[in-house]
Nanobody, 117 residues
């Protein structure tokens, strides 16, 4: 079994920055994709940023140029640096890891990010 634990959420003013971190523990063979999703009140969960084991990244259009996802394969961690935060970035952010083998998806418990003045 694998556990993902997030940290780094909180309250920040518009234009500010936050860094989310996620650490995986347990019986780990290999993570293919890792990254972050978010869910705002009344909305569906959406992909924020994903990174492959080789370092290829994808971002949702609304965060391109402001957020940066990174990972440390040796430590099984994934981070999300969020700059120039906007009120519409307010959501619960979930860490995600695609484990293979066996092929299983894991999620963190979520961390709240609130952008407000």
């Amino acid at each position: 079994q694998v556990q993902l634990v997030e940290s780094g959420g909180g309250l920040v003013q518009p234009g500010g920055s936050l860094r989310l971190s996620c650490a995986a523990s347990g019986t780990i063979t290999n993570f293919m994709r890792m990254g972050w999703y978010r869910q705002a009140p009344g909305k569906q969960r959406e992909t924020v940023a994903l990174i492959s084991s080789g370092g290829d990244t994808i971002y949702v259009d609304s965060v391109k140029g402001r957020f940066t996802v990174s990972r440390d394969n040796a430590k099984n961690t994934v981070d999300l640096q969020m700059n120039s935060l906007k009120p519409e970035d307010t959501a619960v952010y979930y860490c995600y890891a695609q484990h293979f083998p066996p092929n299983r998806n894991y999620w963190g418990q979520g961390t709240q990010v609130t952008v407000s003045s």
